[in-house]
């Protein structure tokens, strides 16, 4: 065996040992049914519509040992849909839901949109276990896209909340929830994790700018 053949052995060894290491070190959990994007696809709210979004739940769920669940993201489309609006609350199974950690964010549909769920800053946790950075913290990334009133329902087509029904990063705007939200009325930490208020645009820019950073919510059905 030549110099440079065993070089490239060695080499291959190398690189399959890294991989078998990175793979180790990713946070598994595979009994997780709940979590928050930990990073937006990049493209501020296209999200390659619902297909698009659902894709993406699904593959980061995958790297985080949970991919055997189907998985979709907790967004509504409006009325000028193709096929009509679809609700948030109506695409994400019936729960119960839980964290990274195994906490219980909400036991059904019902308890999810109610005041007893247990969303906020604490439980709200990506999908390799992590607190999403929200007021007081920079960058403050705590705007959730859902184009969806508080009840998990769609808004009329004529508001324009969807940025195009999730395949636009030029046109409309979006409904945001805050994923730090805390309970009460107070104007920093408003009480709603699912709408709270829009964003300038649908550009990546935009998105920061009213704090966010393109994330969105992600459950098993």
């Known amino acids: 065996m030549n110099k440079l053949v065993r070089l490239s052995i060695v080499a291959a060894a190398m690189l399959a040992g890294l991989s078998s290491t990175a793979m180790a070190q990713q946070p598994q959990a595979p009994n997780m049914t709940f979590f928050v994007t930990s990073i937006g696809p ?9 297909a698009g979004a ?10 985080a040992g949970a991919g055997a669940k189907t998985w979709r993201a907790y967004l509504s489309t409006s009325g000028n849909a193709q096929g ?11 729960g119960p839901w839980q964290n990274f950690k195994g906490t219980v964010i909400a036991t059904s549909v019902a308890d999810l949109h109610s005041d007893n769920n247990k969303l906020g800053q604490a439980n709200s946790l990506t999908e390799r276990g992590n ?4 007021v007081g913290s920079t960058p403050n990334w705590h705007d959730a896209l859902t184009g969806s009133d508080m009840e998990g329902n769609a808004w009329p087509g004529n508001m324009g909340l969807t940025c195009n029904n ?5 046109f409309g705007s ?9 309970g009460g009325a107070d104007t920093v ?13 649908c550009s990546a820019p935009d998105l920061v700018a009213t ?10 059905q």
């Open 174 to 182: 979006a409904m945001l929830g805050h994923i730090d939200r805390r």
């Open 131 to 134: 607190v999403i950075s929200g």
């Open 189 to 201: 930490f408003q009480r709603s994790w699912n709408a709270t208020h829009m964003s300038r645009s």
């Open 166 to 170: 999730w395949t636009s990063s030029t």
């Open 84 to 94: 009509g609006p679809t609700n948030a609350r109506d695409r994400i199974g019936n």
């Open 54 to 63: 659902d894709a993406y739940c699904q593959r980061l769920a995958t790297a």
């Open 42 to 50: 990049g493209k501020g709210g296209d999200l390659g519509g619902l």
């Open 211 to 220: 704090g966010g950073n393109g994330l969105f919510y992600c459950f098993a």
